[in-house]
C-alpha cells in the first residue's frame, strides 16, 4: 500500500525479490492535477501496472469492494510506504504477519503525514526510515528496524524524501527474513520524546519576514518541491526554491527589500534573507540575479 514517489523504490525491491510474491497493490484514486486538471495516476499505480501487478484505488479502504479484494488476495504481510489512508483493526488483522509501515522518521519523532519536512523545520541535524509494525495508532506502533542519515545543509524535502526512500526499500528487504523466521522482534517506541508532522497546506509555505532568516531559510527547503516557499510580490506569488543567509543586520523594518552583491534579498526579524532561485507568477524559475534584472522596482 503506497502512493506517491518514496513508495516506489520499496515496491520495485519487493518484485525483484525472487523469495517474496507481491499479489496486488492498493493505492490512492487518480487525482485531478495541473492547469487542464486531468486525471493522473499515482506514481504506485503506474510502476505496479507496469510490472504486471493488479491494483486497485478504493477512495476509503473500508469500502465493501476494496476489503473483498483484500481478502481474496489472502496477503501473509501487508506493506505501507506513504499510503495516506489510516489502516482499521479489520485490515490489521487480515494477514498472517500483519502490516508493517515504513515511514520516514527516526520515530518517535515526527510521527504522522509531513515527517520529512518537519525535520528540516525544525533543524533537526538528522533523520531516517524506521520499519514499524501497525497498530491503530498514527504511527505509534512497535519498531522492528530504523537507520538514520545526515541532513546536510543544501538539503530539500525533496532530496531527502529520495534517500530515504532508497534507504527505506534496502531496510525493508533486510528486515523481512529476520521478521518472518520471528527473530525479529518488535520493541515498543520510547514513551518519550514523540513528536507530530501535520499534512501540509498550501499556506505552509507563506514566508512571514517577521520570522528570523534561519527559519525562513529552512522553510524553503522544507516545502521544496511541495507545496513551495512564497510570499506575496507586486500582487502575485514570488516563489523561492533557493535561498541563503546573511547574519549582519541593515536597520531595516521586517520585510524590507534590497540588493545583496546583485542578488534580492529581504530583511527578516533576524538576519538577511538572500533569494538565490525564484520563479515569479507564470514564469520559468530563474537565479535571483536574473530576477533583478526584469525586477527594477525590488528596491523601492
Given at each position: ?14 518484485a525483484a525479490a525472487r523469495t517474496y510474491e507481491v499479489v496486488g497493490v ?168 514523540a513528536t507530530y508532522a501535520p499534512m501540509l497546506k498550501k499556506e505552509d ?25 512564497w510570499f506575496e510580490w507586486n500582487g502575485n506569488p514570488l516563489k523561492v ?60
Amino acid at each position: 500500500m503506497g502512493s506517491p514517489d518514496f513508495a516506489l523504490p520499496g515496491l520495485s525491491a519487493l518484485a525483484a525479490a525472487r523469495t517474496y510474491e507481491v499479489v496486488g497493490v492498493v493505492t490512492q484514486p487518480d487525482r485531478a492535477s495541473g492547469r487542464g486538471r486531468e486525471l493522473k495516476a499515482p506514481p504506485v499505480k503506474e510502476l505496479a501496472l507496469s510490472l504486471g501487478i493488479p491494483v486497485i484505488q478504493p477512495e476509503k479502504l473500508r469500502a465493501p469492494e476494496a476489503m473483498s479484494q483484500l481478502r481474496d488476495w489472502k496477503p501473509d504481510l501487508i506493506v505501507v510506504a506513504a499510503f495516506g489512508q489510516i489502516l482499521k483493526q479489520d485490515v490489521l488483522d487480515l494477514p498472517r504477519y500483519g502490516c508493517i509501515n515504513v515511514h520516514a522518521s527516526l520515530l518517535p519523532r515526527w510521527r504522522g503525514a509531513a515527517p520529512i519536512n518537519a525535520a528540516i523545520l525544525a533543524g533537526d541535524k538528522e533523520t531516517g526510515v524506521t520499519i514499524m509494525q501497525m497498530d491503530v495508532g498514527l504511527d505509534t506502533g512497535p519498531m522492528l528496524a530504523q537507520r538514520s542519515i545526515r541532513i546536510g545543509c543544501d538539503d530539500t524535502a525533496g532530496s531527502v524524501i529520495q534517500a530515504l526512500s532508497t534507504l527505506g526499500a534496502d531496510l525493508l528487504i533486510e528486515t523481512l527474513p529476520g521478521y518472518f523466521a520471528g527473530k525479529i522482534k518488535p520493541i515498543p517506541q520510547p514513551a518519550v520524546g514523540a513528536t507530530y508532522a501535520p499534512m501540509l497546506k498550501k499556506e505552509d509555505g507563506l514566508l512571514g519576514f517577521t520570522c528570523s532568516a534561519t527559519e525562513l531559510e529552512r522553510r524553503v527547503r522544507a516545502m521544496n518541491p511541495w507545496p513551495g516557499a512564497w510570499f506575496e510580490w507586486n500582487g502575485n506569488p514570488l516563489k523561492v526554491l533557493r535561498a541563503s543567509i546573511v547574519s549582519e543586520e541593515k536597520g531595516l523594518a521586517s520585510g524590507s527589500r534590497f540588493t545583496v552583491k546583485g542578488k534580492p534579498a529581504i530583511q527578516s526579524a533576524g538576519g538577511v534573507l538572500v533569494l538565490e532561485e525564484v520563479q515569479p507568477a507564470g514564469k520559468k524559475v530563474m537565479s535571483g540575479k536574473s530576477f533583478l534584472a526584469g525586477a527594477r522596482d525590488w528596491s523601492a
